[in-house]
């Protein structure tokens, strides 16, 4: 069953302009992952955030996790039209699960 | 490091054919290899669990017979769609898992997809 939801669904900005977006889970994590797919691609890992971690950074990447409103954003600075892309979160649930349940994800474009 | 592959990307097919798709690391060992599948403008929904040498996991409304998964080594997993029709269009990824924790333990490394298209 589909467990993250983003937000917005979609999200259409200029080059230059940061890009938040968000996710929401419902159950327990070890821990929350962030994605990007360009259009019809695999899937590239882009930032793990672990349960007892409240933030992370990697380059433009800004990763919050608020475990209490069980919540993930990820801001994207200073966009590039090549940053256009949906962008998927992923969690696994806690008791040892290996599984990844995706969210719907956002879909981002970048207008140059 | 930590590549898998797919194979073949793109495969069109006749109606009531099946399709065999491989998934393979490429420089570590996978005890662990996810089948994912994603219709268009939707998320990826997890299809089956294929462990090293035993049977794979299926997830709650996958048809195993229709959906069959070998992972005879730890390199090298397959999903074959028997019997294909058309509403099997769609696009397939897999995952490896490394095991062993000479990359990354635990994490989940994707494959670049295989578009199947059943006319």
């Known amino acids: 069953s589909q467990q993250g939801e983003e937000d917005p669904q979609a999200l259409s900005i200029q080059e230059g302009e940061n890009a938040t977006m968000n996710c929401s889970y419902k159950t327990s994590i070890n821990n929350l992952q962030w994605y990007r797919q360009n259009s019809g691609r695999g899937l590239v890992h882009l930032i793990l955030?672990?349960?007892?971690?409240r933030e992370k950074h990697s380059g433009r990447l800004r990763v919050t996790l608020d475990t209490s409103k069980k919540s993930s954003s990820l801001l994207i600075t200073a966009s590039r039209a090549a940053d256009t892309a949906s962008y998927f979160c992923a969690t696994d649930a806690q008791g040892g699960s290996e599984k990844l349940v995706f969210g719907k994800g956002t879909k981002l474009t970048v207008n140059p | 490091g930590a590549v898998v592959s797919q194979h073949p990307s793109r495969v069109i097919c006749k109606s009531g054919t099946s399709v065999k798709i491989e998934c393979r690391s490429l420089?570590?060992?996978?005890?662990?290899m996810f089948w994912y599948r994603q219709f268009p403008k939707q998320s990826l929904m997890l299809m089956a669990t294929s462990n090293e040498g035993s049977k794979a996991t299926y997830e709650q409304g996958v048809e195993k017979d229709k959906f069959l998964i070998n992972h005879a080594s730890l390199t090298l997993s397959t999903l074959t769609v028997t019997s294909a029709h058309p509403e099997d269009s769609s696009f397939y990824i897999c995952s490896a898992r490394d095991g062993s924790g000479m990359i990354s333990y635990n994490e989940q490394f994707f494959g670049p997809g295989t578009r199947l298209t059943v006319l």
């Open positions: 420089d570590f060992q996978a005890t662990t």
């Open positions: 955030i672990r349960s007892n971690e």
